[in-house]
């Protein structure tokens, strides 16, 4: 009984806080601290993981660059050559449309409208070496007053040819003067000067297949550029004509440009051009050109004023016997009246190339406005007397309009 008793004293004596700690606290501890032990033993794993992946990639770069190390030194390879990129490749091209409604005070049809021309150019550098330009015209036969289309220029230009040099192959306006190396639309008035038309016609000029040679000289104090030109002959031309035989057209020009001031430049040029004529013998023709810009630093968008000369001379043999000399020329001014205004005089004088004793004189006047580089509004009265015919005026209105790329002109 008193084993039994002392028994049940130990047990009733036990505080139950000790209980609680041994059921419920000292579990809970040894499973955190195994917890603890697994991560610390995977992290372990992953490190010595790791540390075995970075030395196997140190092994492998230290092998390749032994093997680099043993093996010869090979030359550099030269870059690979790049061509054109799929934008650069695309042409520039535009459209140039020139809309005219005329008057004429001789004949019996008074009044016409029409499109005189339409002008297709594709325009691109083919490579650092060349650059290419063509231009395709779709015009209206005078007489007929039926479509079609011809290359009116088309040629290639070199970019890159020592000592200033740059040669130009394929069908080109040539460099005579100031007026034929123009596009008509480009130009401050609307119809071509008489001396222009006599010597090289109305449609295209002297426009001619060949190559042209030009020479940028090396002058201080001013430009001056030389060009020679060597064309098999027009078809179709008031003064040269393409022969069956060997005889072709050659053409020098030497261009002279000289800055006056911030505000003017002047521009002095001497052509010279000799071919076949249409009797099988030789034309021979001078040509000299005067050009004057102003053009105000602080007003140039509002004042600039042209001034522009041109003078040629002809000497034509039509056989051993017969020659005929003759002059022609214009004169014109062209002032810039307000931003978009600008307003153009213009005096010709020309005698016919076979028959010196005709001679041709008009004065005309132009006004036109340009609502941007893109579009352009001109009209022009003209007045004109020939001393074998009777006088006649003439009116036109010309609505020029462009799409696509503009290429620029030259200056």
Do not use: C
Request: aromatic share 14%; charged share 20%; hydrophobic share 40%.
């Amino acid at each position: 009984m008193a084993f039994a008793g002392t028994l049940f004293f130990k047990k009733e004596t036990i505080p139950v806080n000790l209980i609680f700690i041994y059921k419920k606290i000292i579990p809970v501890i040894l499973l955190f601290t195994a917890v603890l032990f697994s991560n610390e033993i995977i992290a372990q794993k992953k490190i010595d993981s790791t540390a075995i992946a970075d030395s196997i990639l140190q092994k492998k770069i230290e092998q390749q660059l032994l093997q680099s190390a043993n093996q010869p030194m090979q030359p550099a390879q030269p870059a690979p050559q790049t061509t054109r990129s799929g934008i650069s490749a695309n042409p520039d091209i535009g459209v140039v449309a020139d809309f005219r409604s005329s008057y004429l005070s001789s004949g019996k049809r008074n009044f016409d409208a029409y499109l005189d021309e339409t002008e297709m150019s594709f325009q691109s550098v083919v490579d650092p070496y060349i650059r290419a330009d063509f231009f395709v015209s779709f015009g209206r036969d005078p007489i007929t007053h039926q479509y079609g289309a011809s290359v009116e220029e088309g040629y290639l230009t070199t970019l890159a040819l020592p000592a200033k040099l740059q040669l130009k192959v394929g069908k080109f306006r040539e460099a005579f003067g100031k007026i034929n190396p123009t596009h008509p639309h480009a130009l401050p008035f609307i119809d071509l000067p008489n001396a222009i038309v006599n010597y090289f016609g109305e449609d295209e000029g002297l426009n001619d297949e060949g190559f042209s040679v030009s020479w940028l000289t090396p002058t201080k104090g001013f430009y001056q550029e030389l060009v020679f030109q060597a064309t098999s002959g027009a078809q179709a031309s008031p003064t040269f004509f393409r022969g069956d035989n060997n005889r072709f057209v050659y053409l020098g020009h030497l261009k002279n440009f000289f800055t006056l001031s911030d505000n003017a430049t002047l521009e002095f040029g001497l052509s010279g051009v000799t071919g076949p004529n249409d009797s099988s013998n030789v034309t021979n023709m001078a040509g000299v050109d005067l050009t004057y810009k102003w053009k105000p630093v602080q007003l140039n968008t509002y004042k600039s004023l042209t001034w522009q000369t041109e003078l040629l001379y002809s000497n034509a043999k039509y056989s051993a016997s017969k020659s005929s000399n003759s002059f022609g020329m214009y004169s014109f001014v062209e002032s810039q009246v307000g931003k978009r205004t600008f307003l153009t005089g213009r005096y010709d004088y020309a005698q016919k190339p076979y028959d010196r004793s005709i001679v041709e004189q008009a004065f005309s006047l132009s006004l036109g406005w340009l609502a941007t580089e893109f579009q352009k509004i001109e009209f022009e009265g003209k007045y004109t007397t020939v001393n074998v015919l009777p006088d006649f005026n003439q009116f036109w209105l010309r609505w020029i309009f462009v799409i696509g790329a503009h290429g620029a002109h030259q200056y």
